[in-house]
Structures are given as structure tokens and as C-alpha cells.
């Protein structure tokens, strides 16, 4: 109960032990990560319609890793 002193946490069954690896291409986890933050984008979009403290901006950056990079010559 919320009003004693100590209240008991309820217990929950764990979400995660029937969960299995699944085996992707990089195209395809690029196009389901695509996916997933379009419609982030968009939820955060809609709560910014209805507050003036929020402010949202979708940005794509180059990781380190994927810089071209450029080889001297010999």
C-alpha cells in the first residue's frame, strides 16, 4: 500500500527471458532503425504541437567510423 511507511513493490514477470537474438542483414537493421526514429520523430512532434517548453529537431550525423578518409599517396 502507497500509505504505509514501507510499501510493498509489486512483482513483476521478467519481459526479457523468452527473447531471442535475431539474425539481420546491416540493410535491414538500417531500415528498422530508419523506421523506429521516423516514428520517434513523429511522437515527439506531436507532443511539441501541444507544448510551448518543447522543441524537437531530427539531425543525422556521420559516425567516426563511417568518415571517408582519405589515403596519401606514395
Known sequence: MP?????????????TANLVPTEVTDDEFHALADEF???VHEKAEQIQEGREDVEVEYSVRIP?????RRIPRT
Request: aromatic share 0%; glycine share 0%.
Open 3 to 15: 500509505d504505509t511507511e514501507n510499501p510493498s513493490t509489486p512483482k513483476r514477470e521478467s519481459t
Open 37 to 39: 526514429m521516423e516514428k
Open 64 to 68: 567516426p567510423t563511417r568518415r571517408i
